[in-house]
């Protein structure tokens, strides 16, 4: 009997944040000769997605990441107030998915501009995990031995969560409430501590920039 054909797994890159303990639009700074922007978006493009979505900033800053991320099959979506915070970003890219709510995906990734050190392989695994679960969300946290663990994105979604998502508040949490309701059917990932780095401050890029440059397996 053949195998029924998988459905399909969108990935979303939210880059819309406002930079403002950075004091410069972060997703452009250079990071290892590319913009930051551009290592999570070619994590996100190399983790198995059959649909990529890219959530930006309205201006000369949203065009700044259109153009650095030339040449990756993204979708770009514009957040008009990136100033709601987080939340406002989810609800854009859940507005704004190929086909819309009922357009066949199974489930839908949300990652982070501002964690480089992520790659394509800790994607593909909460989409594995995602197949052979069917979980509700599939979850990333992010561990080394003695110290309690810490969650953080990326963080997936089934389909059938995305209408409740457009209810996401506006705060810099994201869909935390949604996360909480179906927390007892959800599956966690373990990723090692070293990939939870994000990039939020000029001392955080260049702490990105010595971890790239010592050719660490990322």
């Known amino acids: 009997m053949p195998t029924p054909p998988r459905q399909p797994v969108a990935g979303v890159l939210l880059a819309a944040g406002r930079s403002t303990r950075m ?32 959530v930006i ?24 107030d990136p100033a709601r915070g987080l939340g406002s970003s989810f609800r854009a890219a859940v507005t704004a998915l190929p086909g819309g709510l009922d357009g066949g995906l199974a489930a839908v990734n949300f990652a982070l501009a501002d964690m480089p050190l992520l790659g394509g392989a800790q994607h593909t695994a909460l989409i594995t995990a995602f197949h052979e679960s069917g979980a509700p969300v599939v979850l990333a946290r992010y561990a080394e031995p003695g110290v309690e663990p810490v969650r953080a994105p990326p963080h997936l979604f089934r389909a059938d969560l995305l209408r409740a998502m457009q209810d996401t508040p506006d705060t810099d949490h994201g869909p935390r409430d949604l996360i909480r309701a179906h927390a007892a059917q959800a ?15 000029p001392d955080a890029l260049a702490q990105a920039e010595a971890l790239l440059a010592g050719h660490q397996n990322f």
């Not at 922007?37 to 070619?42: E, F, I, Y």
């Not at 201006?59 to 990441?65: H, N, Q, S």
């Open 23 to 54: 004091g410069r639009p972060k997703q452009l700074e250079p990071l290892a000769g590319r913009p930051l922007v551009r290592h999570a978006a070619q994590a996100l493009a190399d983790g198995g997605h059959d649909a990529l979505l890219c």
């Open 57 to 80: 900033p309205p201006g000369t800053v949203g065009d700044g990441i259109r153009a650095a991320l030339t040449g990756l099959p993204f979708t770009f979506v514009v957040n008009p």
């Open 187 to 201: 599956v966690t990932l373990t990723f090692p501590a070293r990939l939870l780095l994000d990039v939020d401050t």
